[in-house]
């Protein structure tokens, strides 16, 4: 079964960082891509970023310029630099992986990691 285990979440102030990582295990053999999403109270879950096993990545307009996407296929892991950080970007943040398994392949998700910047 595979699991998903997110770390890294905390409360900073504006202008802050954090790094957030996300560990996969348990038959994850053929990941393609990684990548997180994130919740605000009240909203629905939006992309934040997302990379490729070959480190092709794709970031939501409101985070470029201010996260990065970065991965180690050998631990099956992704991580993603926050940096400048705004209040509006309080959320759960969610990662995923979408693993391989003949005839398909399936998205796997993390329980998620709360993110919260406050002044």
């Known amino acids: 079964q595979v699991q998903l285990v997110e770390s890294g979440g905390d409360s900073v102030q504006p202008g802050g960082s954090l790094r957030l990582s996300c560990a996969a295990s348990?038959?994850?053999?053929?990941?393609?891509?990684m990548g997180w999403y994130r919740q605000a109270p009240g909203k629905q879950r939006d992309l934040v970023a997302e990379?490729?096993?070959?480190?092709?990545?794709n970031y939501a307009d409101s985070v470029k310029g201010r996260f990065s996407i970065s991965r180690e296929n050998g631990k099956n892991t992704v991580y993603l630099q926050m940096n400048s950080l705004k209040p509006e970007d309080t959320a759960v943040y969610y990662c995923?992986?979408?693993?391989?398994?003949?005839?398909?392949?399936?998205?796997?998700w993390g329980p998620g990691t709360q993110v919260t910047v406050s002044s």
């Open positions: 995923y992986a979408d693993v391989w398994s003949q005839p398909s392949t399936r998205r796997y």
């Open positions: 990379i490729s096993r070959g480190s092709s990545s």
């Open positions: 348990g038959g994850v053999a053929n990941i393609n891509f």
